[in-house]
């Protein structure tokens, strides 16, 4: 079975200190045994930890659009941010990747999806983060937990750790797979699990960044 952080960022983000060497130790410590590295407009840090960690690694990244931010999952490429919506989902699929919408309907976060989007986009999106751990009104995860059940899609979580101490914060137990096909049929079978961080772990995103 496999224990899957499907959110976790490092160094190669703007907003994030946290060597590679240093999720693997984390995860590692915690058994988490497959993780999606999704740093923010880079998928430099996951194609480096895909040839090293001895565990599953996707490599995903968040892409900032014009209508918010998205993750890109199972790349090849890098996505460049600032494109249109469309535009960013048209290159992640057209490189065989999977679109994720994550964290959406989050009040708090500026970059979030929001529910017009959501609806405009339904039809293109390929998976749900309906879990994680940043987002701090539990009613945005069940917000997200109905647009998904309502337009069967596969859902995941993830800690959206910033920190390796974070790493783990949420989670989706699952069977193993191989591919991204595998991936999904996988997520329907899966059991999300986790807690929300502490509000106080967001200023260790605004801290890295100011010192970045």
Not at 39 to 44: A, L
Not at 51 to 60: D, T, Y
Not at 74 to 85: D, N, R, T, Y
Not at 154 to 179: K, L, Q, R, W, Y
Request: glycine content about 6%; some cysteine.
């Amino acid at each position: 079975m496999f224990k899957a952080d499907f959110h976790i960022h490092s160094q190669y983000s703007m907003d994030c200190k946290t060597s590679l060497d240093h999720i693997i130790r984390a995860c590692q410590s915690k058994k988490i045994n497959c993780i999606a590295l999704s740093d923010h407009g880079s998928i430099e840090g996951a194609l480096k930890i895909k040839n090293i960690a001895p565990f599953f690694v996707i490599v995903a990244e968040e892409i900032l659009t014009d209508k918010g931010e998205i993750m890109g999952m199972f790349l090849q490429e890098k996505v460049p941010s600032g494109l249109s919506m469309r535009e960013s989902i048209r290159r992640i699929k057209e490189q065989g990747g999977l679109f994720c919408a994550q964290h959406p309907f989050d009040k708090i976060r500026s970059d979030a999806l929001k529910k017009e989007t959501m609806q405009e986009i339904a039809d293109q999106i390929d998976v749900v983060e309906i879990f994680n751990s940043r987002t701090l009104l539990p009613r945005s995860s069940q917000l997200a937990r109905e647009f998904a059940r309502d337009h069967h899609l596969p859902c995941t979580a993830g800690s959206d750790a910033h920190s390796a101490s974070e790493i783990g914060n949420a989670f989706v137990e699952m069977p193993e797979f191989e591919d991204k096909e595998g991936f999904l049929q996988a997520l329907s079978q899966g059991k999300v699990h986790g807690h929300r961080a502490n509000p106080v772990s967001r200023f260790s995103a605004l801290w890295g960044r100011l010192k970045k």
